[in-house]
């Protein structure tokens, strides 16, 4: 069981974690609408030292702060910018299954016209949000120096925004608390998961062995994929599965082609099989 603990209540901190995207509804009246928060989303790493640190947010982390918040929507986290208000009805938040839903119907001020015309470009694409913590734990893997927090409480939520890039987040608050909870003994000790390994390593890899991974994503995504993706799809998880055996476990595609198209992508697998023989002990 993750060690939980009370942080700071009146210390605000700002973060984004990855989210649907902003998109704007034509109405009467334009609005505003995406997720500035998405649940059980790791968080890019907040960085200590030698050390990675994650946070995830776990469902109903809201819940209560939703109760008493009149959170502003805010153009880049600027006041100066103001884009709408809860307690104006200007705002609308919401938490469901996902996360945290906004709907603001921004001023009609060039402002707001500019940021609309921005969002329908696709010019602007992500949110973030200011919050303080009622409640978090941590749980820490000191073998692999990863230390994770999950968020399970928001003490207040003060606003939501849409950012032009999302601000590499002030970690200090998060750290204070890691060290709080290692002082006091608050924190639980584990051993990575082999599957957390793959996936946070999954970016080295791709790169050690020049693996276009564009396509691979592409293929795993197409219902209906082709016999080359299928078998690129199988040369990549071959990759997988000799650097991280035995998390990932792979059968050869089943194909029904010509033996010229089936020889010349086999000769590809074998390419790639050839690197992985070279590179990885």
Known sequence: MPIRKETDPNTIERRYFPASELRVIEDATPKIVGYAAVFNKRSENLGYGDWQVFETISPGAFKNSLK???ARAL???NPDYVLGRESAGTLKLKEDK?????EVTPPDTQLGRDLLVSIKRGDITQQSFGFTIAQDSWREDKKEKIAYRTI??????????????PAYPDTSVALRSLENARVSGKIEEIEEPVMETVLRNLDVVFKEMDIDYTRWEAALCNPDPSDE???YIYCVNVILEKRFNPAISVEPPVVETPDAIIEEVDS???EIINKIKSKIK
Request: proline letters at 3%.
């Open 68 to 70: 008493k918040s009149d």
């Open 268 to 270: 590809r697998s074998q």
């Open 75 to 77: 153009f880049n986290h």
């Open 229 to 231: 993706d299928r078998f």
């Open 152 to 165: 399970e409480e928001i003490g207040n939520l003060y606003d939501v925004s849409p950012v032009t890039f």
């Open 98 to 102: 996902e996360g945290l839903h906004m």
